[in-house]
């Protein structure tokens, strides 16, 4: 019944019984998931909820203590994760330029195309910035050479974790534009936020973590509405309280 | 002290005129431990960038040792060469004893492990920094390392000229291996240790200066590159 928005197209990212253990603590626990090929789909919970955890081992740069993950079909593999790009929520740059930053991830590709680097800059606005040092420019600008970073090698699936928590109003209203944008362009999209007015903005699907597991997984609209999980509705109703 | 005082001004004036002796041996001091810093930083940087980015079995271990061997005493490494380079020696075919090459090789066995050692180090804290981002990128152990000491260059230039000082100022091993052997394999250090015991203190004092100025120079070298790079925020 959750998984109605999905039927609607084709699953695109699957997981069985995905399972992580550290130690003898579990991190997630049988984790089911059916993301449709397109559209935006946000994670959402508590802090430690097992968001970027989550979104980690999907990038596979966890491996799972148990379960599978297939994307359109095929078991993740190193060869799948080229083709896949994640934000997170502290953009990493290298100390060059940011123009240099972008060559760096095309070179590592083997794309040669300079249009590619200067498509990728003017789509999230640096293009003037482009010979500046890169860890030098501010925390939105960081983040938005992060994402043409990501961008740059037309991923198959962008992944962001907590991109705007440092950031202030209108360097989050830049990043989610650039978001929506990319998610109407065949690149299939999962945001992690703890924000619910920036889920609502964003969702076109909702997963709900809580405690590890898979609380609940709906279309945005359902979502907000009339959470299912207990969980899910403390969760947004202790938002809109404070 | 009137000995001194004629022997500085006499120092002096052999720097000021550009002796020929006073130049060729410092020309041939830059040239051997340039050579030797060069050589350390093609295996010893490549070494440290691996170290700092490979996780194996024995890691620990290799970085112990490389760290205990930054400590190496010249002299022991000077024996050493001069074992497999002595004509009894498993190298003593080659012929190269008492020439630079032979200094060079000395010098360079002297200060590898400290430029890989220091590598390591500068490159283990940028590793942690990059590590997951460059896991995400699906990037190869080889573009990891390159990208490393590409982003650590300015950190790693100093590390290169830590080697660089340490060889133009040893004495042990160039003096053993290289024999100290005028318009040969005579060098700054060496020569100072013999003008100085035969009471020739003019010559010894001037190379002493060149020394001096020499170790200042790289400092301030090093100084400009760390300032350059902090404006930048590359460093």
């Given amino acids: 019944m959750r998984d109605n928005v999905v039927q609607s197209s084709v699953p695109a990212l699957h997981t069985e019984a995905l399972r992580l253990e550290d130690g003898n603590h579990c991190l997630l626990d049988d984790i089911n998931l059916r993301l449709c090929a397109d559209g935006i789909t946000v994670i959402m919970g508590h802090n430690g909820a097992g968001k970027s955890v989550l979104l980690r081992v999907l990038h596979g740069l966890i491996p799972p203590s148990a379960g599978r993950i297939t994307w359109r079909g095929d078991a993740l593999t190193p060869e799948i994760t080229r083709r896949q790009s994640l934000v997170f929520q502290k953009p990493v740059l290298l100390r060059r330029s940011v123009a240099a930053n972008i060559d760096f991830i095309l070179r590592a590709r083997g794309l040669r195309d300079e249009a590619l680097r200067w498509d990728a800059l003017r789509r999230v606005g640096l293009l003037d910035m482009r010979d500046h040092p890169a860890r030098r420019l501010s925390g939105g600008e960081q983040q938005r050479l992060a994402l043409a970073r990501a961008l740059v090698t037309s991923p198959e699936l962008l992944m962001l974790d907590e991109p705007t928590a440092n950031l202030d109003p209108g360097a989050t209203q830049m990043i989610e534009r650039i978001v929506t944008e990319t998610a109407v362009q065949n690149t299939k999209v999962i945001f992690v936020t703890h924000d619910i007015g920036q889920a609502r903005r964003l969702a076109d699907d909702v997963v709900f973590l809580h405690k590890g597991r898979l609380a609940e997984h709906s279309p945005a609209a359902a979502f907000f509405d009339a959470p299912k999980s207990a969980a899910a509705q403390a969760y947004l109703s202790g938002d809109i309280l404070t | 002290m009137q000995d001194?005082?004629?022997?500085?001004?006499?120092?002096?004036?052999?720097v000021m005129r550009a002796d020929r002796d006073l130049v060729e041996i410092v020309l041939l001091s830059l040239r051997v431990s340039l050579s030797a810093a060069l050589l350390a930083c093609l295996i010893g940087l490549p070494l440290g960038a691996f170290l700092a980015a490979a996780r194996f079995r024995g890691r620990g271990t290799v970085i112990v040792t490389l760290n205990a061997l930054m400590g190496l005493p010249p002299v022991v490494v000077g024996l050493l060469v001069y074992l497999h380079l002595s004509r009894a020696g498993p190298l003593g075919f080659l012929g190269l004893l008492y020439t630079p090459t032979a200094m060079i090789i000395a010098q360079t066995i002297l200060i590898t492990p400290i430029v890989a050692a220091l590598s390591r180090q500068v490159l283990e804290d940028l590793n942690a920094e990059y590590a997951e981002q460059f896991r995400a990128f699906g990037l190869s152990r080889w573009q990891s390392m390159q990208a490393l000491l590409w982003d650590a260059r300015y950190a790693l230039v100093t590390v290169s000229l830590a080697g660089f000082g340490r060889a133009i100022?040893?004495?042990?091993?160039?003096?053993?291996?290289?024999?100290?052997?005028?318009?040969?394999?005579?060098?700054?250090?060496?020569?100072?240790a013999l003008e100085t015991s035969r009471g020739e203190l003019a010559l010894a004092l001037a190379l002493g200066l060149v020394l001096m100025v020499l170790a200042l120079s790289i400092n301030a070298a090093v100084q400009g590159v760390r300032m350059n790079a902090e404006k930048r925020a590359y460093a």
């Fill in chain 2, 4 to 14: 001194f005082g004629a022997a500085f001004s006499l120092a002096f004036e052999l």
């Fill in chain 2, 169 to 192: 100022a040893e004495v042990g091993a160039v003096m053993i291996v290289g024999g100290n052997i005028d318009h040969v394999t005579r060098v700054m250090t060496t020569a100072i």
